[in-house]
């Protein structure tokens, strides 16, 4: 029996110019699903700033936004480091004027039992996901309120809300972010400032798989009903809602895009 089909381009779903005039920052934005999200925020009209630590990741992103008809932006950022964050929005700032849109992306993981779990690697991960996106959060959010308000989405995943076993310290720091947006979202209203999550179930990245030794078990869409694995293209869609004057009454949401992943079991 055939699942889910794939989710249409971006330019078969949304106005070319959407996000003109809005100015959006994606972290990660090289590679998976940052780079994907960076994309397809160009496709819409934004220009868009990316930043990860490494700028050979960036560059040829960096030109493909271009391509799109908008500004591009490429800086390097350590998410892990305040100083670094805050010297990466007055990058972004300076170059393309402000930022409307901010989409915390930069993440890590890997797998192993917890009881291996050193305190390095839980840093590590956990520093990247829940450190990183708050750093970004507050620093982002700090111009946003001046500038009267914008929206922040932030990448969590369907292992914060059902266990993780195995990258205890993705799942922490991911269930971490969702409470963080939810927190914003409520303090931030009255600034105009719209915090929401997008949590997606297993999508085949290079990252996602490299973690799970080169290629990802059939086994794991026994969970999936929609019986495929999920693509960067597919997180696109609800993260483009989010950012845009559809989503001006959603905050404070959480999205998964799992293709049914945390629904009970058919049992037929």
Same mark, same amino acid.
């Given at each position: 029996?055939?699942?889910?089909?794939?989710?249409?381009?971006?330019?078969?779903?949304?106005?070319?110019?959407?996000?003109?005039?809005?100015?959006?920052?994606?972290?990660? #934005?090289?590679?998976?699903?940052?780079?994907?999200?960076?994309?397809g925020l160009?496709?819409?009209g934004?220009?868009? =700033? !990316?930043?990860?630590r /490494?700028?050979?990741?960036? /560059?040829?992103? =960096?030109?493909?936004?271009?391509e799109? $008809?908008?500004?591009?932006?490429?800086?390097?950022?350590?998410?892990?480091?305040?100083?670094?964050? %805050? @010297?990466?929005?007055? *990058?972004?700032?300076?170059?393309?004027?402000?930022i409307?849109? &901010?989409?915390?992306?930069?993440?890590?993981?890997?797998?192993?039992?917890?009881?291996?779990?050193?305190?390095? #690697? +839980?840093r =590590?991960?956990?520093?990247?996901?829940?450190?990183?996106?708050?750093?970004? *959060?507050?620093?982002?959010? %700090?111009?946003?309120?001046? %500038?009267?308000?914008?929206? !922040?989405?932030?990448?969590?995943?369907?292992?914060?809300?059902?266990g993780?076993?195995?990258?205890?310290?993705?799942?922490? #720091?991911?269930a $971490?972010?969702?409470? &963080?947006?939810q927190?914003v979202?409520?303090? +931030? @209203?009255?600034?105009?400032?719209?915090?929401?999550?997008?949590?997606?179930? !297993?999508?085949?990245?290079?990252g996602?798989?490299?973690?799970?030794?080169?290629?990802?078990?059939?086994?794991f &869409?026994?969970?999936?009903?929609?019986?495929?694995?999920?693509?960067?293209?597919?997180?696109?869609?609800?993260?483009?809602?989010?950012?845009?004057p559809? =989503?001006?009454?959603?905050?404070g949401?959480?999205?998964?895009?799992?293709?049914?992943?945390?629904?009970?079991?058919?049992?037929?």
């Open positions: 029996m055939a699942g889910l089909g794939p989710t249409p381009p971006v330019e078969e779903l949304f106005a070319d110019d959407l996000l003109a005039g809005e100015v959006a920052l994606v972290t990660g #934005g090289g590679t998976g699903i940052g780079r994907a999200i960076a994309l160009a496709e819409c934004a220009d868009v =700033a !990316i930043a990860s /490494e700028l050979d990741h960036l /560059e040829p992103v =960096a030109d493909e936004i271009e799109r $008809g908008v500004e591009a932006c490429a800086t390097t950022v350590d998410v892990r480091e305040y100083d670094a964050v %805050e @010297a990466m929005v007055d *990058t972004v700032v300076e170059e393309l004027g402000g409307d849109v &901010l989409v915390n992306n930069a993440g890590a993981n890997f797998l192993g039992p917890t009881e291996s779990l050193t305190p390095n #690697g +839980w =590590a991960v956990v520093g990247t996901i829940l450190d990183g996106t708050a750093y970004c *959060t507050f620093a982002v959010g %700090e111009q946003m309120i001046d %500038e009267g308000g914008g929206a !922040i989405v932030s990448m969590g995943a369907t292992n914060s809300v059902r993780a076993p195995y990258h205890a310290h993705s799942g922490a #720091g991911k $971490g972010v969702h409470n &963080l947006m927190t979202a409520s303090e +931030w @209203a009255s600034c105009g400032i719209r915090a929401n999550t997008v949590a997606p179930g !297993i999508v085949e990245t290079e996602v798989t490299e973690a799970a030794g080169g290629e990802l078990p059939d086994a &869409l026994d969970d999936v009903p929609a019986d495929r694995f999920g693509t960067p293209a597919d997180c696109v869609p609800t993260v483009l809602f989010l950012a845009s559809a =989503a001006a009454y959603v905050t949401g959480y999205f998964t895009v799992d293709g049914g992943q945390l629904l009970a079991p058919t049992p037929f």
